[in-house]
């Protein structure tokens, strides 16, 4: 089974200020590893994902992620964010067997401030 | 994205009754998924079905049950509803060709008095 851990459930910055979300993540077997957003009343779009290779992914408006298998991490970053950013930001794994199992962590909430 | 609607996008119902939630995809995606979001739980799987009639089991599927007659409509039934099922309801599919991607609908606000 797998599980996922998002270190902070809320990250205040302001305009301009790069952001890293952590997110760690715990199994047996090698995994797939996302980032969702979700920005307010709406569904979920993915940002980013690590199938493998490099560990250094990049994503959709300007967002990359880290892929760190001996910490079990895969922390989001963006050098330099919009208010646009504000939304709350979920890490997802799935196994690499096979199973259509996709585990959510609880979420960040980013808000970017003037 | 993937064309995903889902009906109704709000609902309130009272303890005990039946609803039926509805996804729609027009990409003849084959897979399709339930989830519902819970603050301070993020998403949480339901059941999922890789077909039309097969179907399979999530980590929070008491309760509910689901059905999948054709490929483009997965409906999630509340068989009797409880208050612990309030949540907002999403749900999504993925292709065969994209194995790794799954989208997103813009979710079901079910409220149970």
């Known amino acids: 089974a797998q599980s996922v851990t998002q270190l902070d459930s809320q990250v205040p910055v302001f305009e301009e200020a790069p952001v890293e979300l952590r997110c760690n993540y715990s199994s047996s077997v090698s995994v797939y590893l996302f980032w969702y957003v979700q920005y307010p009343n709406q569904g979920l779009q993915l940002l980013l994902k690590?199938?493998?290779?490099?560990?250094l992914v990049k994503g959709i408006n300007g967002f990359e992620a880290e892929f760190n298998k001996s910490q079990t991490s895969f922390h989001l970053r963006k050098p330099s964010v919009h208010i646009s950013d504000t939304a709350e930001y979920f890490c997802a794994v799935r196994s690499q067997g096979g199973s259509e199992k996709l585990v959510f962590g609880k979420g960040t909430k980013l808000t970017v401030n003037p | 994205d993937a064309g995903i609607t889902q009906s109704p996008r709000h609902k309130v119902t009272e303890t005990g009754t039946p609803v039926t939630l509805r996804c729609h995809q027009t990409e003849n995606h084959r897979y399709m998924y339930w989830y519902r979001q819970d603050p301070g739980h993020g998403l949480r799987l339901i059941h999922y079905?890789?077909?039309?009639?097969?179907?399979d089991k999530g980590e929070v599927s008491d309760g509910y049950s689901v059905s999948r007659s054709k490929t483009e409509d997965f409906l999630l039934t509340l068989e009797s509803a409880t208050s612990s099922q309030t949540s907002v309801y999403f749900c999504?599919?993925?292709?065969?060709?994209?194995?790794?991607?799954?989208?997103f609908g813009p979710g079901t606000r079910l409220t149970v008095t």
């Open positions: 999504a599919t993925r292709g065969d060709f994209s194995p790794y991607e799954q989208y």
């Open positions: 690590y199938l493998s290779g490099s560990t």
């Open positions: 079905s890789y077909g039309v009639k097969d179907t």
